[in-house]
């Protein structure tokens, strides 16, 4: 049974990890797009937000100290990637105007 269980959450994790993609980024896309594509993976909660430590979108108390740093410094460190938050965020074609768009997005919805 317990063996059963591991083999269940892995499949589960496997299938998180897996479905990042599917969607194209182009330089048309809107931050909304964005986000739900590349961020909400790790930043939606969930099991994936859970394992990695990311701040949940929507999680006003998490987001106060980033909010206190800035649109600016988290564009930064979204771009350079930080710990175990990908270089942005695993989105290679986002240009770093769409970063920004996208990370105010996720600050917007976590006031
Ligand atoms: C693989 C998981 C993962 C993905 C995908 C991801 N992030 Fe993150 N992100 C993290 C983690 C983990 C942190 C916390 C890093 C830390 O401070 O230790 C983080 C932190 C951040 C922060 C706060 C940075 C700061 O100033 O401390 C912003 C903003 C952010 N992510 C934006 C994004 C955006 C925008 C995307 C999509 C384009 C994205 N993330 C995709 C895992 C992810």
Redesign the pocket.
């Known amino acids: 049974m317990k063996k059963l269980k591991l083999a269940l959450i892995s499949s589960m994790f496997m299938g998180l990890v897996g479905c ?1 993609g599917g969607v194209d980024i182009t330089a048309s896309s809107t931050a909304e797009e ?2 739900n594509a ?2 909400a ?3 939606g909660g969930g099991l ?1 937000g859970w394992m ?4 949940e979108v929507g999680d006003v108390e998490t987001w106060k100290p ?1 909010q206190a ?1 800035g649109v600016e ?2 564009t930064l ?2 771009i350079k990637g ?5 270089a ?4 290679k074609t ?1 240009t770093d105007e769409q ?1 920004k768009a ?2 105010e997005y ?1 600050a917007e919805n976590s006031k």
Do not use: D
């Not at 930080?82 to 990908?86: Q, S």
């Not at 942005?88 to 989105?91: P, S, Y």
């Open positions: 990042s964005i986000y590349s961020c993976s790790c930043h994936k990695t430590g990311a701040p980033l740093k410094a988290m460190f979204s930080v710990n175990k938050m990908p942005r965020g695993g989105c986002c970063i996208t990370v996720m």
